[in-house]
């Protein structure tokens, strides 16, 4: 089948997009106000851009309280979210009202960052501390501007629970990573396999 996606008009019951892109990891975002009122969410629309410096980004698909709260503070942390914690995570996808945390809606502990005052999931087995370099509103073909807020951050600091560490390593076969699939589907890493990059 072929679909062209301005009609978006694909004869099926769901929208595949989403599907297609998949896995897709998920940047579990913590957050504080300028208030001082914490916030936790999880982005599907996450990933790693650049290693030197070490970039991550999520997109939000509205203004909700993540994006506002780091205008506000320029920090956020990007908690490891992980098979044995999707209950939690899943928790903390509802629409609370301002102010009201998902840490404690979802039973976590919040860990104020060590270089940052946003807070991680005390249970993670990792947690990134980020400064946000910048926000950004992504504009279609024809200049339409996009619903969603692209966050930026470096890097700046990474926790790591030792018993995530084997071997000198994370152990990502172990923790086993939550990715998001499309739909209302997840998985958590599966089989894990090394490949060598070829050689000319």
Not at 33 to 59: T, W
Not at 73 to 86: D, M
Not at 131 to 155: A, C, H, K, N, Q
């Amino acid at each position: 089948m072929f679909y062209e996606t301005a009609s978006n008009r694909h004869g099926l019951p769901h929208d595949p997009f989403k599907a297609i892109v998949s896995p897709r990891p998920i940047g579990w975002i913590g957050t504080r106000a300028a208030d001082g009122s914490l916030n936790l969410a999880p982005y599907s629309f996450f990933n790693a851009i650049s290693d030197r410096p070490k970039l991550v980004m999520f997109s939000s698909s509205g203004y909700k309280d993540s994006v506002r709260n780091i205008e506000e503070t320029g920090e956020f942390t990007a908690s490891f979210a992980s098979r044995n914690l999707s209950e939690a995570v899943n928790l903390t996808s509802v629409a609370a009202p301002h102010g009201e945390s998902e840490f404690t809606i979802a039973g976590l502990t919040p860990v104020e960052g060590t270089l940052v005052r946003a807070p991680f999931v005390g249970e993670a087995f990792a947690a990134l501390e980020c400064r946000m370099t910048e926000i950004l509103r992504p504009r279609g073909l024809d200049g339409t501007v996009s619903d969603s807020y692209v966050v930026f951050g470096e890097v700046v600091g990474i926790h790591i629970r030792e018993e995530a560490i084997r071997d000198g390593r994370f152990d990502v076969a172990s923790v086993k990573p939550l990715a998001r699939l499309g739909y209302m589907d997840y998985c958590d890493g599966g089989d894990v396999f090394a490949m060598m990059r070829p050689k000319r």
